[in-house]
């Protein structure tokens, strides 16, 4: 017992430090106005009591009246979490308020966890806020992050021009499918579950979400799969809104994927414009550069829809993307912005890489046999429960007797030229479950030679009643995630069935999603009847390496490069017989001088006829030669660079 309280108290302290608070640094600065602070309370239809916080600025407003600003504070917060930055911006000639939602600090009522109810409470608000003298009723926005975002959000989809503007972070139009993504349930939500009353006071039925979980049945995850996203998504109405939104998301949010918004955007008819990065909200990166940069943005949108300040916003370009890159600092990766007037950007290709039994991934499919490997989720005491693994914190001598964490790893050969990961990666997995759940958490990293592995993103899917024996496609989206992958680093896909990492500073020994406690091991099929392969949108990427022929010929080759003279891309096609496939191919490049340039292929292959295109742009025109070598055999074939 003592265990379960000292993790349960921990649980808090983590969500306690998830709540994206505007607090935590200083995004509007002191102007010249003097401003009356006054508390007050707002009761709800349903008698429930908001405690409130209003700013009027002194001295004679605009013509028109003063702009105003709701500031919303996230989940298990109060309105003394955004109470200073009001403060702030009501110096600069704004009307600003805020206020506990209710279940939270001293507000009465019960907290439905960000659903409707929450938002007919704000729009309650913005009617109190229209209502006051010298505020301007057509300048009226809200700003706020994850539940402070997701609010003012759907209550502008429900209520088409009720607001202005809205600066909305870390949020989703699918945020409750986002917590049970392809039917994982994140062990964010079981933490945001976890609070104690005092800090957010639940409704019976959110109360009941907790002990679902928990009680992992079959009966259970569909009340849960029913009962999360009602009244709480609303991609469906995204397209309803009018007004001007400023979006701002971070890649490594352990809440809330990119993905929702991403599918939002076509549907989106608004003025609006979005930041995909890093800041610190949600587990992300803390990056000073990219935070300044989000901060700056926010204020450029909020001065032109409600100070009326003509500073261009509307002609920037709308979709500013931020990709993590080695090398690592002591804060986490590096990052480096990019702008795009379309999503996705252009330039990115859908690139499929496939697994292989031999743990290597490639852009070709596998045709070796045996084409298919064992899963094992190897859980060891089968009588274990999920709160008992959570009580152990997924680790620990006792846990780990009755709960072995098993992985398969698959890597690329080195790339050829810097690849940009932009969007979502996809999965397709061939295989036949041993169980009625089966789950699969995939893991992306880079390979940097001289460097430590570290995570990128994820993909994560919970097959949920599925018939044992009977061979299956899955098809999922993981997680949205921007990333540079240097030339000559190797892709890394671990398939595990515990997705943690060591030292990590958010999650620390907790899973990223709950995990499957039913043993059995899956056998995934890998083969061209049934493919199973990751796809990354990826710009830069060139293919390796492509078999253009299913026959085999009868003979090895290298053929003539084409074009030759070539600038700067060429292409080389080489034969593998029967004979000589499945063992090791390396086809490189070198110089007049006899120097590696560059290794193209290096890896087992099948017999069959390859295509290899080869990448002269970062070196200088001369005389080159590349070479095939296989076992005993060698060929080598001069061509030129002419630029």
Known sequence: MRKFIHLFLF???????????????????????????????????????????????????????????????????????????????ASNGYFTMCYSMRGQGESTGKTNLISTTEMYDFVAVV??????ANVNTQKVGAIGGSQGGTIPLMAACYNPGILRCIISDVSSPEFATSWIENKSVKMTLLWSLSYDASIADYTNQVKAYRNWILG????????????????????????????????STVWQDKFFNSYGWMKSFQSMTNPYRVYMG???????????????????????????????????????????????????????????????????????????????PNGIINNLVNSTSPDTIGFLNDVRDTTMTMTTAVNYEFTGSTFNSKFVKT???????????????????????????????????????????????????????????????????????????????????????????????????FLRTNPYVLPSLKKGRNIIFMNAANPTYIQLPLIGYTVGITKISSEVPDRISLGQNYPNPFNPETNIKFSIPAHYGGNNVRLAVYDIQGKEVQVLVNQNL???????????????????FYSLSVNDYKDTKRFVLVK
């Open 407 to 505: 992985q398969l790893i698959f890597e690329t050969a080195p790339l050829i030229t810097q690849s940009r990961l932009v969007g979502t990666p996809m999965v397709n997995i061939h295989y036949k479950p041993a169980r009625d759940v089966a789950q699969f958490n995939l893991q992306i990293y880079e390979i940097k030679s001289g460097t430590t592995p570290y995570l990128i993103n994820r993909c994560n899917f919970t097959d949920r009643k599925v018939t044992p024996g009977v061979i299956k496609q899955l098809t999922f989206y993981g997680t949205s995630h921007s990333h540079i992958f240097q030339a000559g680093s190797k892709i890394r896909v671990v398939l595990t069935n515990l997705d943690n990492i060591t030292n990590d500073p």
């Open 11 to 89: 649980l808090i302290f983590c969500a306690a430090l998830i709540n994206p608070v505007f607090g935590q640094h200083k995004r509007f600065k002191k102007g010249p106005y003097k401003n009356i602070l006054t508390d007050f309370t707002l009761t709800m239809s349903d008698g429930t009591i908001l405690d409130c916080s209003k700013f009027m600025p002194s001295g004679s407003p605009p013509s028109g009246g003063w702009p105003a600003m709701i500031f919303c504070h996230g989940f298990g917060g109060t309105k003394e979490d955004v109470i200073s930055e009001a403060e702030d911006l």
């Open 216 to 247: 992992d049945t079959p009966a259970y995850w569909d009340s849960l799969a029913y009962y999360m996203p009602l009244n709480r998504d609303f991609l469906n109405k995204i397209g309803q809104s009018t007004t001007a939104t400023f979006v």
């Open 127 to 132: 009617n109190y806020v229209k209502s006051q």
């Open 278 to 356: 890093t800041f610190d909200a949600h587990g992300a990166d803390a990056d000073q550069d990219e935070s300044d940069n989000r901060d700056a943005m926010t204020a450029d949108w909020m001065d032109y829809y409600l100070g009326g300040v003509a500073n261009g916003v509307t002609d920037s370009v709308r979709y500013v993307y931020a990709s993590s890159s080695y090398p690592r600092t002591t804060d986490g990766w590096t990052w480096k912005r990019f702008y795009s007037p379309t999503w996705p950007p252009a330039g990115t290709q859908n690139i499929n890489f496939y697994f292989h």
């Open 606 to 624: 099948p017999a069959g006829e390859y295509a290899v295109k080869f990448d002269g742009k970062n070196i200088s025109s001369g005389v080159y």
